[in-house]
Nanobody
Framework: QVQLVESGGGWVQTGGSLNLSCAAS????????MGWYRQAPPGTQRELVA????????NIADSVKGRFTISRDNAKSTVYLQMNSPKPEDTGVYSC??????????????WGQGTLVTVSS
């Protein structure tokens, strides 16, 4: 079973920067896509922020394109989200997501617990 643990959330001012990390642990055979989603306000549907494939192909939401960058370190089973020039509307709970494969269990989707990002003007 793969677990995801996010770190790096907190408070940031508009125009600042914040870097989120998400590390996978447990029995890892292969992690395919990894990504970040956010939810704001609580109870609303998660929206995609960015994803990165095993070969580092990225998909970035239009709302953050040019400001946020996603990357991954496969050796560390970690995905990062560099948030530059965040805006108040970027405030939310950011959750890490991973699509994994294990020969005995097949494909699975794993979520982290989420980390709160608050952007103030």
């Amino acid at each position: 079973q793969v677990q995801l643990v996010e770190s790096g959330g907190g408070w940031v001012q508009t125009g600042g920067s914040l870097n989120l990390s998400c590390a996978a642990s447990g029995f890892i055979f292969r992690i395919n896509d990894m990504g970040w989603y956010r939810q704001a306000p609580p109870g609303t549907q998660r929206e995609l922020v960015a994803t990165v494939s095993l070969s580092s192909t990225t998909n970035i939401a239009d709302s953050v394109k040019g400001r946020f960058t996603i990357s991954r370190d496969n050796a560390k089973s970690t995905v990062y989200l560099q948030m530059n020039s965040p805006k108040p509307e970027d405030t939310g709970v950011y959750s890490c997501n991973a699509n994994t494969y294990d020969p005995s269990q097949g494909y699975s989707e794993v979520w982290g617990q989420g980390t709160l990002v608050t952007v103030s003007s």
